[in-house]
């Protein structure tokens, strides 16, 4: 084992459902240190969520082990302060929001002296506050889920647990996650969120991992993994020509088409002065586009069979 | 444990199970009254009003016959209470976020459990006595031992809902109340019958007879209850059947046998708590 400091230490954790079948999960060994906003990503089938359902003792490791905060995965106390919001979420239709949340306050251990007032911020960050009286069994899916996220962040979880965490919600209720999950970064929070919405990992994640058939086939940050940039697109607001040839050529391979210049194989740092060069010369710039390959384009060559 | 428990009553008072349980003893308790009400005040064919004496036996009679019928409505009651708590709730999802909480399995079935036989055995105990204060007010009569009665009538409840529970670990809820309802069902079954071996003084059907009061102890329950109910001169008069069927004990079962069943719940329910805790979400 690692460090016992780690929001997340694992050695060689495995999951195997039947002895003659593949694993679903097999010797995942993975260090998520506190603080970090980490992006699980596969396809679905990939073990995404057993993984996390091993952490939050949901499910028996066949085999492995595994650390939340350097106590054991086996026992509950493991759980203390960690919230999860599963992918498959259901609350009780017959409570509101408010005794949904106040059962869990009281499983978690938030004192009694503040649990209203803690009740109180979990409804209004996820936008339920008005509807904290009625019955859930009379809520969409959308703000069912939002409930969800609502009882994962009860009580200032120092690791929150984050099960495709937009699959119910409309895009405006995308970007309400998309600020609390920056919200969380920015108070230290650990966030391990299983996805397959690469956009939203993207905007998010400090770290990502790729899972694909129960193994990670690549760990690291996002530049890390996704790769440096390969350039840029300058788009003119007139028709380019030999003068922008000229001005760029120092920079890197100089491509003309119409009011845009493909100019590849430029370091990030050179960017401002190419501009510079670009505008010495009395052009004007509408856009500077980097050419870089997207998680999308990296995942899918990852997740491709004969890799 | 407790906030288990306590959320496991308020979920059985929502769900709509405890104004169902209400308005219906009010409804039984209402008949009751009226059914008792008329028997004390019938007439032979010839216009005799019916003897003291007779009053007594035939309402002696219909009191445990009632308790019979009561005794069905507790299993059942037991059985579909229990049935969904563990499996189907778990892969329904409702259970995900609470299991994912600082506690352990163990607790959480403990505190289910400790819920549901304390909502079985206030329910048993109010709808009981309600029918037995209805009995006293319209015909004066009141069995030998209501307590000790309405205590194994609880237990024979508590039983099926322990096997209930047990079932629930793996089990859809339809399947674990039936194969508990249908457990309690061959128990009573296998008490009548073991009943001829008494009264034929059958070793073998004896002896059937307590080996299924030893795997499910519902029939021993009964025959417990209806050995409470029973006034001396009744005993093993069985509505005219003699010591034959389920309506009558000339000797109840001996007292090791409820300390054998509550032995017997707690270890299904231990089971139940070690099969839960291995099984996963």
């Known amino acids: 084992m690692h460090s016992n400091k780690a929001a997340i230490d694992s050695l060689q954790l495995t999951k195997a459902y039947r002895s003659n079948d593949p694993p679903a999960v097999a010797d995942l060994t993975l260090k998520i240190e506190a603080g970090c906003v980490f992006g699980f990503l596969g396809p679905n089938g990939a073990g995404k969520t057993t993984v996390l359902k091993m952490l939050l003792g949901l499910t028996r490791p066949s085999s492995g082990k595994a650390l939340l905060f350097g106590r054991p995965i086996d026992r509950p106390h493991s759980r203390e302060r960690v919230g999860y919001l599963p992918e498959l979420f259901r609350y009780p239709p017959w409570l509101t929001p408010r005794e949904v949340l106040d059962y869990h306050a009281a499983l978690a251990g938030v004192p009694h002296a503040g649990r209203m007032t803690e009740i109180e911020r979990v409804l209004s960050m996820v936008g339920l506050a008005s509807r904290a009286a009625d019955r859930t069994g009379t809520f969409s899916k959308g703000m069912q889920q939002r409930l969800g996220l609502a009882v994962a962040l009860l009580g200032h979880p120092r690791l929150v647990f984050l099960d495709e965490p937009t699959s119910a919600l409309d895009p405006l209720g995308r970007v309400d996650v998309r600020d609390i999950v920056r919200g969380l970064r920015d108070e230290s929070t650990t966030v391990f969120i299983n996805s397959h919405l690469l956009t939203e990992v993207e905007q998010l994640c400090d770290r990502v991992a790729f899972f694909r058939k129960g193994r990670i086939v690549a760990d690291g940050s996002i530049d890390g993994i996704v790769g440096s940039s390969r350039g840029v697109r300058i788009k003119l607001d007139t028709q380019a020509n030999g003068v922008a040839t000229n001005a760029l050529r120092a920079f890197g391979q100089v491509r003309i088409d119409g009011d845009t210049i493909a100019l590849s194989e430029i370091t990030t740092a050179q960017v401002p002065d190419a501009v510079a060069a670009l505008v010495a010369r009395g052009m004007r710039i509408r856009a500077v586009i980097p050419l870089s390959r997207t998680l999308e384009q990296r995942f899918l060559e990852l997740m491709d069979d004969k890799c | ?281």
């Open chain 2, 1 to 281: 444990m407790l906030t288990i428990a306590l959320d496991t009553i308020r979920e059985v008072s929502r769900r709509k199970f405890a104004p169902a349980a209400i308005a219906l003893t009010a409804l039984v308790t209402i008949l009751t009254g009226w059914g008792f009400w008329s028997l004390a005040r019938l007439h032979t064919a010839n216009g005799r009003p019916l003897s003291f004496v007779e009053v007594r036996s035939t309402t002696a009679f219909l009191v445990i016959f009632g308790a019979f019928l009561f005794s069905f409505v507790l299993a059942f009651g037991g059985a579909i209470i229990s049935a969904p708590l563990l499996s189907t709730d778990l892969e329904s999802g409702l259970l995900l976020p609470v299991l994912a909480r600082p506690i352990s399995r163990v607790s959480f079935v403990a505190g289910k459990a400790a819920a549901l036989i304390v909502v079985i055995g206030i329910y048993s105990a109010v709808t009981a006595f309600l029918q037995l204060f209805a009995v006293r007010l319209t015909t004066g009569y009141v069995p030998p031992h209501p307590f000790a009665a309405v205590g194994a009538l609880w237990m024979l409840a508590t039983v099926v809902l322990a096997f209930g529970l047990a079932l629930s670990v793996q089990l859809p809820a339809l399947a674990s109340s039936l194969i508990a309802v249908t457990a309690f069902g061959v128990s009573w079954m296998v008490g009548v019958v073991s009943s001829f071996g008494i009264a034929y003084h059958n070793a073998m059907l004896i002896r059937v007879g307590i080996l299924s009061q030893l795997l499910v102890p519902t029939d021993a329950m009964w025959r417990f209850a209806v050995y409470q109910l029973e006034p001396v001169a009744m005993l093993g008069h069985n509505g005219g059947f003699g010591p034959l069927g389920p309506f009558s004990v000339v000797s109840p079962p001996p007292i090791a046998m409820v300390w054998w069943t509550v032995a017997w719940i707690a270890v299904v329910l231990t089971v139940a708590a070690g099969a839960f805790s291995r099984r996963d979400a």
